[in-house]
């Protein structure tokens, strides 16, 4: 996971504004690391609740992703990305539970990997677990969802557009 991160930000920097698109990566790395924290905690912190509370380990990851999910998204328009939504509310909380859910799969396989291949226990396996879906869920979001800052382009600005008109004469 880590070898495909590092290809994406060296292919994305090469070029004139390589220092500064770093920086805002790494700037904005750092607020959703802040946000993705505080949601983990919560995610980690309710797991061992449900499980503790006997329901399956499997389940109770499904239900408390999803808690930090909401956290994650209300941190991400209010404290990472504000001011550079791409779409309207509606679209944009689509496309971010989606992805959401996306990592939830990535979370649910490679939890039960760590616990029944591995032989981890479930608050061990958490950790790794928590690292990959941070780095998938980081990365989609930034390159799908929200407008990246000057001199960055991402998958928004390339969709097609209704306002430009061609003229083939």
Same mark, same amino acid.
């Given at each position: 996971?880590? @070898?495909?991160?590092?290809?994406? $930000? ?9 220092? &500064?698109? !770093? ?14 924290? =505080?949601?983990?905690? +919560?995610?980690?912190? +309710? ?9 399956? /380990? ?9 808690? #930090?999910? @909401?956290?994650? /998204? +209300?941190?991400? $328009?209010?404290?990472? /990305? ?6 309207? *509310?509606?679209? %944009?909380?689509? #496309?971010?539970?989606? $992805?959401?859910?996306?990592? +939830?799969? @990535?979370?649910?396989? =490679?939890?039960?990997? *760590?616990?029944?291949?591995?032989? !981890?226990? @479930? ?11 941070? =780095?998938?869920? *980081?990365?989609?979001?930034?390159? !799908?969802?929200?407008?990246? &800052?000057? #001199? ?11 306002? $430009?008109?061609?003229? =083939? %004469?």
């Amino acid at each position: 996971m880590i @070898v495909p991160a590092l290809c994406f $930000i060296k292919h994305r920097f090469a070029g004139k504004d390589a220092t &500064r698109s !770093l920086a805002a990566l790494l700037s904005d790395l750092w607020r959703y690391g802040l946000c993705s924290a =505080l949601a983990l905690a +919560l995610d980690w912190g +309710l797991l061992l609740v449900l499980v503790h509370a006997g329901m399956n /380990y499997l389940s109770a990851a499904a239900m408390s992703f999803c808690a #930090g999910m @909401v956290l994650t /998204y +209300l941190g991400s $328009i209010f404290f990472v /990305y504000r001011g550079r939504r791409a779409y309207p *509310f509606l679209a %944009e909380a689509t #496309g971010f539970l989606l $992805i959401g859910f996306a990592g +939830l799969f @990535v979370n649910v396989v =490679l939890l039960f990997g *760590f616990v029944k291949l591995c032989g !981890l226990s @479930v608050g061990v396996a958490k950790a790794p677990t928590a690292a990959g879906v941070f =780095l998938f869920n *980081f990365l989609s979001r930034r390159m !799908l969802l929200f407008v990246s &800052r000057p #001199g960055m382009t991402n998958l928004a600005d390339l969709a097609p557009r209704s306002d $430009i008109v061609v003229d =083939l %004469e």
